[in-house]
């Protein structure tokens, strides 16, 4: 005999765990669905390609999506307040130039990286200043500052490429810890960080009320200007944390890198669930939605599709996650 | 509860001579007057009386260009919201400055989170537990019924989003509480839960002060009218001695009974 299990069955602290399960679940809700999609990503790429269910191709695949992840996360905060950073991928390869060249001055490991992250949080700065005290459109100012910081890099650069570096530093972008890249490590404790900040503190919770009402905000004595500036410049911070471990996975600073980046990482977090229009997102979103570019773009290269292919799905994808949004707003 | 207007022991704000120009017009001409304890004041004009400018020249949103403010019989200066917020003032606006994308501890606490101990806390981290169980005590306190507090303040009913905004101003100790038409976008319904909060509000020693367009509805509340007319006062009345209609009459001519 079959015996059903009803909800009604159960004993009420059962009940009440179960009630308190599906409303962690719908609390969840973006976030679930897009592990669940991410999953069956997973399963029918593997079925279709054995391949990719290897412990070596996974690890490649996290690699990959490392350095666009870490931005990523630093514009999910951007993204939240409302605002875009389209300057990161020119921040990427500035971080990447001075760490080389001060490399190459002979300064010690640490501090050169210290000192590239220290000009990632400036250019960062720079962003803020001119969102948040200049009061200027942030696509419109970061897309000044993506010029600027793109031809300053190229001057300070000369055009040119920076190479032999000491191999301690490339081990920052090509070694391993624990059988598990630096760079994916580091990912992960960004994104670990990332979360916490963005729900368990202050900062965080300012970042979603800008995103939601800018002006509520002021009434209730909240600092709306010195919060932008931070995110800009946290988002400056991460963008130099990633072009630092570039340059130890390229082996060189390369003043030509990072382009595109931008979109990358705008990608990411919209796929995540982060909207565009301010409020709403999360960090771990974020990271599944980096995740699932990854994997779309690892199963098309093991397909043999050409590039060219992949960029119109990753487009398409896109579209997809901003339709499913819009979706899920009209039915609230 | 039977409110005596000649001691000034209850005096709780004395507002004199406050003037206010844009430009060349007086939004607020020469007005003095006070506000007693436990009191519901309604502030009542037709559009440009100047209710507006008198109520943000106390919450802070304006300065005013000469005039006295005392509060608890202390003169005081109100340069920005802060300062009227450690006065004990506090303005609900009429756009109640909450946060629809979150939930209804965290609008409650918005701007002065209950924070961890030790380094955690000075550096932002929030004790979220805490936060809940503190609205929670403050919602069954006041017997308001709202259900999951997790919600967010987006899918409250305007009733329930107004008495969120003023639990939010009850909570932080505010002794005056300055409300912007609070009943415009509510029903009727709605309204009387609102009222009915206010009256509430006496209990506890708060000091109520209404701005509104519906005559009817806040002379029930009401202990006292105030009546404004292009930024001047017109009269002070107590509900006793002025009926809705001699009320109606002084908005339109500006003349006091």
Redesign the interface.
């Given at each position: 005999m079959v015996k059903l299990f009803t909800i009604n069955s159960l004993s009420s602290p059962e009940k009440q765990r179960l009630r308190f399960l599906t409303k962690f679940i719908a609390a969840q809700h973006t976030n679930v669905v897009l592990i669940l999609f991410l999953i069956v990503l997973c399963v029918v790429v593997g079925y279709l390609i054995p391949s990719f269910l290897t412990f070596r191709n996974l690890t490649n695949v996290l690699r990959q999506v490392s350095i666009t992840a870490i931005i990523a996360a630093g514009m999910t905060f951007v993204i939240i307040t409302e605002g875009i950073d389209i300057s990161i991928g020119s921040i990427v390869a500035l971080c990447g130039v001075i760490a080389a060249l001060a490399l190459k001055s002979n300064i010690p490991i640490f501090p050169s990286i210290l000192l590239a992250l220290i000009v990632g949080i400036v250019a960062g700065l720079f962003n803020g200043v001119l969102v948040a005290y200049g009061r200027v459109l942030p696509f419109v100012a970061t897309l000044g500052t993506m010029y600027l910081f793109r031809g300053g890099v190229l001057i300070i650069a000369k055009g040119q490429a920076i190479w032999d570096l000491p191999s301690q530093f490339i081990k920052i972008g090509t070694g391993y810890f624990l059988g598990i890249p630096i760079p994916v490590i580091t990912m992960f404790v960004i994104f670990a960080l990332g979360h916490m900040l963005l729900k368990y503190f202050t900062f965080g919770r300012y970042v979603f009320c800008i995103g939601g009402d800018e002006e509520s905000a002021r009434l209730c004595g909240i600092p709306v200007k010195k919060i932008k500036l931070l995110t800009y410049g946290l988002c400056g911070l991460l963008s130099g944390v990633a072009g630092v471990l570039l340059a130890g996975r390229l082996g060189s600073g390369q003043p030509s890198v990072g382009q595109g980046y931008e979109l990358t990482a705008i990608a990411a977090a919209v796929i995540g669930g982060n909207s565009l229009s301010g409020g709403k997102g999360s960090v771990f979103g974020t990271l599944i939605g980096a995740f699932i570019l990854g994997v779309v773009s690892n199963a098309l290269n093991l397909w043999g599709v050409a590039t060219f292919f992949q960029i119109v799905v990753t487009g398409g994808i896109v579209i997809v996650a901003v339709l499913a949004d819009k979706l899920k707003k009209n039915k609230d | 509860m039977v409110l005596n207007f000649d001691n000034e022991n209850d005096v709780i704000v004395k507002i004199e001579n406050i003037t206010k120009q844009f430009g060349g017009v007086y939004a607020v001409n020469d007005i003095s007057f006070k506000l007693y304890r436990r009191e519901v004041l309604a502030l009542v004009g037709d559009n440009g009386a100047g209710k507006s400018t008198l109520v943000k020249i106390l919450s802070g949103a304006l300065v005013a260009d000469r005039g006295r403010i005392y509060v608890n019989g202390k003169q005081v200066k109100i340069k920005n919201?802060?300062d009227a917020?450690e006065l004990g003032i506090e303005m609900i606006?009429q756009?109640?400055?909450?946060?629809?994308?979150?939930d209804i501890p965290?609008n409650i606490f918005?701007?002065?989170?209950i924070?961890q101990n030790w380094i955690l806390g000075s550096?932002?981290?929030?004790n979220?537990q805490a936060m809940r169980r503190k609205t929670e005590d403050l919602l069954n306190g006041f017997k308001i019924s709202i259900g999951d507090i997790?919600k967010e303040v987006r899918n409250l009913s305007g009733g329930q989003r107004q008495l969120v905004a003023i639990c939010r101003a009850v909570y932080f100790q505010a002794q005056i509480i300055i409300m912007d038409e609070p009943t415009a976008a509510l029903g009727v319904a709605e309204a009387k839960k609102v009222y009915h909060f206010i009256n509430k509000l006496k209990k506890v020693g708060v000091s109520v002060i209404i701005i509104s367009h519906n005559i009817n509805e806040v002379y029930e509340v009401a202990d006292r009218v105030m009546v404004l007319k292009t930024g001047k006062l017109v009269d002070v009345v107590q509900k006793g001695e002025a009926t809705i209609d001699n009320i109606v009459t002084m908005i339109i001519s500006g003349k006091a009974l």
């Amino acid at each position: 005999m079959v015996k059903l299990f009803t909800i009604n069955s159960l004993s009420s602290p059962e009940k009440q765990r179960l009630r308190f399960l599906t409303k962690f679940i719908a609390a969840q809700h973006t976030n679930v669905v897009l592990i669940l999609f991410l999953i069956v990503l997973c399963v029918v790429v593997g079925y279709l390609i054995p391949s990719f269910l290897t412990f070596r191709n996974l690890t490649n695949v996290l690699r990959q999506v490392s350095i666009t992840a870490i931005i990523a996360a630093g514009m999910t905060f951007v993204i939240i307040t409302e605002g875009i950073d389209i300057s990161i991928g020119s921040i990427v390869a500035l971080c990447g130039v001075i760490a080389a060249l001060a490399l190459k001055s002979n300064i010690p490991i640490f501090p050169s990286i210290l000192l590239a992250l220290i000009v990632g949080i400036v250019a960062g700065l720079f962003n803020g200043v001119l969102v948040a005290y200049g009061r200027v459109l942030p696509f419109v100012a970061t897309l000044g500052t993506m010029y600027l910081f793109r031809g300053g890099v190229l001057i300070i650069a000369k055009g040119q490429a920076i190479w032999d570096l000491p191999s301690q530093f490339i081990k920052i972008g090509t070694g391993y810890f624990l059988g598990i890249p630096i760079p994916v490590i580091t990912m992960f404790v960004i994104f670990a960080l990332g979360h916490m900040l963005l729900k368990y503190f202050t900062f965080g919770r300012y970042v979603f009320c800008i995103g939601g009402d800018e002006e509520s905000a002021r009434l209730c004595g909240i600092p709306v200007k010195k919060i932008k500036l931070l995110t800009y410049g946290l988002c400056g911070l991460l963008s130099g944390v990633a072009g630092v471990l570039l340059a130890g996975r390229l082996g060189s600073g390369q003043p030509s890198v990072g382009q595109g980046y931008e979109l990358t990482a705008i990608a990411a977090a919209v796929i995540g669930g982060n909207s565009l229009s301010g409020g709403k997102g999360s960090v771990f979103g974020t990271l599944i939605g980096a995740f699932i570019l990854g994997v779309v773009s690892n199963a098309l290269n093991l397909w043999g599709v050409a590039t060219f292919f992949q960029i119109v799905v990753t487009g398409g994808i896109v579209i997809v996650a901003v339709l499913a949004d819009k979706l899920k707003k009209n039915k609230d | 509860m039977v409110l005596n207007f000649d001691n000034e022991n209850d005096v709780i704000v004395k507002i004199e001579n406050i003037t206010k120009q844009f430009g060349g017009v007086y939004a607020v001409n020469d007005i003095s007057f006070k506000l007693y304890r436990r009191e519901v004041l309604a502030l009542v004009g037709d559009n440009g009386a100047g209710k507006s400018t008198l109520v943000k020249i106390l919450s802070g949103a304006l300065v005013a260009d000469r005039g006295r403010i005392y509060v608890n019989g202390k003169q005081v200066k109100i340069k920005n919201p802060m300062d009227a917020r450690e006065l004990g003032i506090e303005m609900i606006y009429q756009q109640l400055a909450l946060m629809n994308n979150l939930d209804i501890p965290s609008n409650i606490f918005m701007g002065r989170e209950i924070r961890q101990n030790w380094i955690l806390g000075s550096l932002g981290a929030m004790n979220l537990q805490a936060m809940r169980r503190k609205t929670e005590d403050l919602l069954n306190g006041f017997k308001i019924s709202i259900g999951d507090i997790s919600k967010e303040v987006r899918n409250l009913s305007g009733g329930q989003r107004q008495l969120v905004a003023i639990c939010r101003a009850v909570y932080f100790q505010a002794q005056i509480i300055i409300m912007d038409e609070p009943t415009a976008a509510l029903g009727v319904a709605e309204a009387k839960k609102v009222y009915h909060f206010i009256n509430k509000l006496k209990k506890v020693g708060v000091s109520v002060i209404i701005i509104s367009h519906n005559i009817n509805e806040v002379y029930e509340v009401a202990d006292r009218v105030m009546v404004l007319k292009t930024g001047k006062l017109v009269d002070v009345v107590q509900k006793g001695e002025a009926t809705i209609d001699n009320i109606v009459t002084m908005i339109i001519s500006g003349k006091a009974l």
